[in-house]
């Protein structure tokens, strides 16, 4: 049965619930291909934090505190009772993170695709960490992406979307190549180290099954616009992201990091969602 769920929906089938918390510069139905499998053995959810996709825009993105606040209110509103398997890519990850830390008893278990986290840049190598400390949050921002990114991007969502339903993939394309979502994803850029250092002093994971899916290959749309970083720095940024991984999953008693081949960082779960969806079904399990 599907429902209109605020901003995203739910397709209710039983529980635990899989809830899928975007990245950044992503929406809910981004997941949709993952999001409708999971729905073929539990209640599956896609949800679109205040600011992004179709949601009312704002002028600042809201802190990991307040996604984690409205998604708990939301799933009550729309009910979806607990405990949820949180399902959280890049800045998700921080948002399910926290969620478990705020309502453990309300979390059966973690997926965390190639997640962002506060000692990111210290397993970075140098010249990497220090080309990010020299960017300017307070430079102005362009107005739009010069049409041969556009052009570049439009074929890359084509690509990784080709086999989805037109009208979804389609109305996806053109709302990721827009001036408006363009910048939605820029204008977070800002606004990071306030978001890790909520996490940083939020306190450790509880005791909850954890699998950390990292994305070995270089993401795709980096490839196709290498600006200042070379393959072989994108290269020690992977092995660097699979050391934090590692530590991040031996955090706590039930924890895994998967290497997941084939899939960049903003593409794991279109290149590979049969490794989202292994590891959604292996906590399930448990």
């Known amino acids: 049965m599907k429902a209109a769920a605020w901003r995203g929906f739910v397709v209710q089938s039983g529980g635990p619930a899989v809830v899928f918390l975007p990245g950044g510069g992503s929406v809910g139905l981004d997941y949709w291909n993952v999001q409708e499998r999971a729905a073929e053995f539990t209640t599956s959810v896609v949800y679109d934090r205040t600011g992004t996709g179709w949601s009312d825009r704002v002028d600042a993105p ?55 986290h506060e000692d990111y840049d210290g397993y970075m190598p140098r010249q990497l960490a220090e080309m990010r400390d020299a960017w300017d949050p307070d430079q102005e921002l362009p107005d739009e992406l010069p049409e041969e990114a556009v052009r570049l991007y439009r074929d890359l969502f084509a690509q990784m979307m080709e086999d989805w339903p037109e009208r979804i993939r389609e109305s996806l394309i053109e709302c990721h190549v827009s001036p408006e979502w363009i910048m939605d994803g820029y204008e977070l850029v800002p606004y990071r180290d306030r978001f890790l250092d909520e996490l940083r002093h939020a306190g450790p994971l509880p005791d909850v099954p954890l699998i950390v899916l990292t994305a070995m290959d270089i993401d795709d749309f980096k490839k196709a616009v290498l600006i200042g970083e070379s393959e072989s720095l994108l290269r020690e940024e992977i092995d660097g992201k699979r050391r934090l991984h590692d530590a991040l999953a031996a955090s706590v008693p039930r924890g895994e990091n998967r290497l997941v081949d084939g899939a960049g960082h903003a593409s794991i779960h279109w290149r590979r969602p049969d490794a989202v969806l292994r590891a959604v079904q292996d906590l399930l399990g448990r």
Do not use: K, Q, W
């Open 62 to 116: 809201p802190t990991c505190a307040e996604v984690v606040d409205e998604l708990h209110r939301l799933l009550t509103a729309a009910d979806v009772p607990a405990p949820y398997l949180l399902v959280g890519h890049s800045l998700g990850g921080l948002h399910a993170r926290l969620y478990a830390t705020r309502f453990p008893g309300e979390v059966a278990g973690l997926v965390l695709m190639d997640p962002d």
